[in-house]
């Protein structure tokens, strides 16, 4: 039997913040980086997973994977559904490291990023991408995988695995169809608040050339600005693209609601993170008052207990799962459960780095297997920093391709974590001597 | 100018599980542990500040801290409460570090950490308790140290200010009532779940000698036991001593209402916890099910905006605000004006290494100047640990009284530093040994 041999953890950052790639109403200035793990197992191929920062801190987030070493290293390697729930169980039910959140933030962020390593662990193994490997399971196999504790006033097993079941049928077709055709995807990478008019409008234009039919600007920075850039962008990809637009936080309610009415007229398909990612009855009144306007979140959402909120309070018309943010693919599953249940349409939050390349697994496995639609889905994509990735995220036409190597494709290139390893990496250390 | 010459961060741990101490539904054999920091001026006093553990992971919240230093190391030392208020800001304001919470869990409680080791200091230099300094202030000065983002739909600064005008008189009289009679506290030392029924008793009855009129039972774990331990304690302190039940998070949210009810019989006070600190919605499906038992949470709430939704929803009937886990002297007043905005009573959670200490003086400051009353509002009180501080919580006949000490009484003695410093303090290095 093969066992997990040892758990290593590496600090790597990207000097993105020079090109102001990233930059939004509340990030001004992100070093795109990576609290990057590597699952050592005995013998077999290792796993890889990762959790995102935006810079300051990835040694904390480093700090805290290192701390769930002890509850990994010397275990049986995962292979099956049931492997990856009993460890997942076990690091979420750890008593002493549950008061660091519970369930949130820099400590859940280190959970999930060894819960992913794990499966990419087991699915290397099982010769599987993980939206494979996830389309496989059983109905029951997919239901033991949730912690459904906090759940089940919105959810229970039964209606999990009720959902399930219904959506059996065609899945083989279903499976086809993202082999053939990839799954929706929409541009953010024009968007960015740090871009020149001309700069964003370019890139709009060659985004609906490249076959997407749905961009997203950033906003939130000034209103003369965004009326302004929003405009533009409608004018550029005409009247039938959708233009999404993302606030990254930065609104109270009032000034969320206000914001969006003056946007109203350029037809903003959503309007994306409009105030904290805590605030669910904010975001119900903020939906209640900008509908026709779509409201979406979750990037920054921190646990299926508030993602349950929100669809319990018909305060989101989007979900916005994140790969990275939540206590890995359990979790996820439990929240693509949630918005089968409500009827809320999953578009993932990706971009930053490596979060293209896992969360495009999971909503191929929600197409599969959960939802059994794209009607009004579509998974982020910015084009960026992807080819440090061993099997990187494609869009072409506008979709995602379906990833066919084994695993969670997770992991960085050996050549990338020498040279932006921080802070002693050479990029960094050339970046120094300037 | 002094100047802060520098920032230290000691991962001091107790090994409280070899007595069960602090035991409950949800931490089995919690190690009580700080991540303490000592912010060092380079002349006149230092500052102190910590974050509680519960063992694991102090070292990640001990990282967190030290990734704050460069935001605070070469300061002026904070005087003033715009100095405070800049601090907290600042703080709270980078955008990279941003990304790892925002504003909850490990991040967020390192940043707390340091934010009340500036109070500490500034109210040092000043000659002050934090509960007077605090107190001396004027509405204005109050409504600075605020961060309104997010709280404007429920709070304004001018409402703030309001509530804060009307509290001025009679602020002397309270302050001098305070001096003499020191403020409420109730016991929590019965109750812990892993004592014995003898044991529970006993202390029980001991607590309503030493004064308390209300103790507090953890549940949780089984119903019967529940029913036996709240029926025994029932009878041994009589019906007019109040008796609240901890459930720490055990409870979905169907299950804390059918717990609750087999509990009503004995006259439960509040429940506090009775389901995921997250959960606003279903804390309010919990009240609304088991008034005229009250709800109460608060220690795990993470920040202003939970506490925010919780008192919109009238989801709670008591606020439990712990001065540790949020940001700080600052968002804790945020917290207490939310609280005053909606008429629901303050009961601080305390325990745990110092919490006792420091959340004196915010209760006080409450009374003093945002409430106005003790009336239904009560401290924790757990009697260990006490001893490793330098200005210790007192509690006479039930009430915590007035600290006169400068400062917020978060300084552990030397010599514990020394013995207890986690691994290689003696009495780690000791029980290693054994």
Not at 9 to 21: G, I
Not at 107 to 130: C, E, K, S, T
Not at 401 to 418: H, I, N, Q, Y
Not at 423 to 431: A, I, R, S, Y
Request: glycine share 8%; hydrophobic share 45%.
């Amino acid at each position: 039997m093969a066992r997990v041999a040892g758990l290593d953890v590496l600090d790597v950052r990207f000097p993105t913040s020079r090109e102001l790639d990233g930059s939004d109403a509340m990030n001004p200035d992100p070093d795109y980086s990576a609290a990057y793990v590597v699952l050592r197992a005995d013998r077999g191929p290792d796993g890889y997973g990762l959790a995102f920062t935006i810079g300051r801190g990835n040694d904390v987030q480093a700090a805290a994977i290192r701390a769930l070493a002890p509850l990994v290293v010397g275990r049986p390697v995962p292979e099956t559904a049931r492997d990856l729930a009993a460890l997942y169980r076990d690091l979420v039910g750890d008593s002493q490291l549950r008061w660091l959140g519970p369930e949130k933030g820099v400590a859940h962020m280190a959970l999930g990023a060894v819960v992913n390593a794990a499966w990419d662990l087991a699915a290397r193994r099982a010769g599987l991408p993980v939206w494979r490997f996830l389309s496989a399971l059983t109905p029951d196999e997919v239901v033991d995988l949730v912690d459904f504790r906090y759940l089940s006033d919105a959810l229970t097993p039964d209606e999990a695995l009720a959902l399930l079941r219904e959506a059996e049928p065609g899945k083989g077709e279903r499976t086809a169809a993202l082999v053939r055709d990839g799954y929706p995807a929409y541009a953010t990478s024009p968007g960015w608040l740090g871009y020149s008019d001309d700069k964003m409008a370019e890139l709009a234009r060659r985004a609906v050339a490249d076959g997407f039919d749905m961009i997203k600007l950033k906003v939130g920075g000034s209103l003369a600005d965004d009326v302004r850039r929003l405009r533009l962008a409608r004018e550029v990809v005409g009247p039938d693209v959708r233009i999404a637009v993302d606030a990254n936080q930065r609104w109270d309610v009032g000034a969320a609601v206000a914001w969006v009415r003056e946007l109203a007229p350029f037809d903003p398909y959503w309007v994306e993170e409009p105030t904290s990612p805590d605030d669910v009855l904010g975001h119900r009144a903020i939906a209640r008052a900008v509908r026709p306007v779509k409201v979406a979140t979750g990037e920054h959402v921190q646990n299926r207990v508030v993602f349950k909120q929100l669809l319990q309070a018909d305060a989101v018309d989007v979900v916005q799962i994140d790969a990275c943010r939540v206590g890995g693919v359990n979790e996820n599953v439990a929240i693509l459960l949630l918005a089968a249940k409500f009827g809320v349409p999953v578009c993932p939050h990706a971009g930053g780095v490596g979060l293209c390349e896992l969360v495009r697994h999971l909503a191929m496995f929600d197409f599969v297997a959960v939802s059994g639609t794209t009607e009004d889905r579509a998974v982020e994509w910015v084009d960026h920093l992807h080819e440090h990735f061993t099997d990187p995220a494609e869009v072409r036409a506008g979709r995602y391709r379906a990833p066919t190597e084994p695993g969670f494709s997770a992991r960085v290139k050996d050549r990338t974590l020498a040279d932006f390893r921080y802070p002693d990496g050479p990029v960094w250390t050339n970046l120094e001597a300037r």
